[in-house]
């Protein structure tokens, strides 16, 4: 598989999971329990469970055909990775929030989420930056 036939793989399943997302991220709690034409996923919490279990389970067995291969990931490799799972559980809890959530100041004074992830974006685009400079200076 070529680095843009995994790429566009990748693309998919983000695809996938993003319209599940839209589906799930405002579910009450109560409406967990609706049925669901599969067999084995009988209800929605169970759907719910599954789909974060799923991933998790066959990333291990992605990393575990990696290391059988000889492939392992190299320390850059191993610290995205890292990187991406921050950015998933970056995504998690910011799930279902508001634009009143974004906006509001917690009590003990300090950023609100909104500034929170304008940081971020400005610290992302500086680490671009940064990277951009030092491959250039490279030449």
Do not use: C
Request: charged share 25%.
């Amino acid at each position: 598989m070529s680095r843009s036939d995994l790429q566009a793989k990748l693309d998919e399943i983000r695809a996938a999971r993003t319209e599940v997302l839209q589906y799930l991220q405002d579910l009450p709690d109560a409406d967990t329990d609706l049925e669901t034409p599969l067999r084995t996923w009988r209800n929605l919490g169970i759907v719910l469970l599954r789909f974060g279990d799923h991933m998790r389970e066959h990333g291990n067995q992605i990393a575990g055909i990696r290391q059988t291969l000889g492939h392992g990931p190299t320390d850059v490799q191993r610290k995205l990775g890292e990187a991406e799972a921050a950015w998933g559980e970056l995504l998690g809890v910011v799930t279902g929030l508001t634009d009143a959530d974004l906006d509001a100041i917690p009590e003990a004074g300090g950023w609100s989420i909104r500034e929170t992830l304008d940081h971020i974006l400005a610290a992302e685009i500086h680490y671009l930056e940064a990277i951009k400079t030092a491959y250039q200076q490279r030449s």
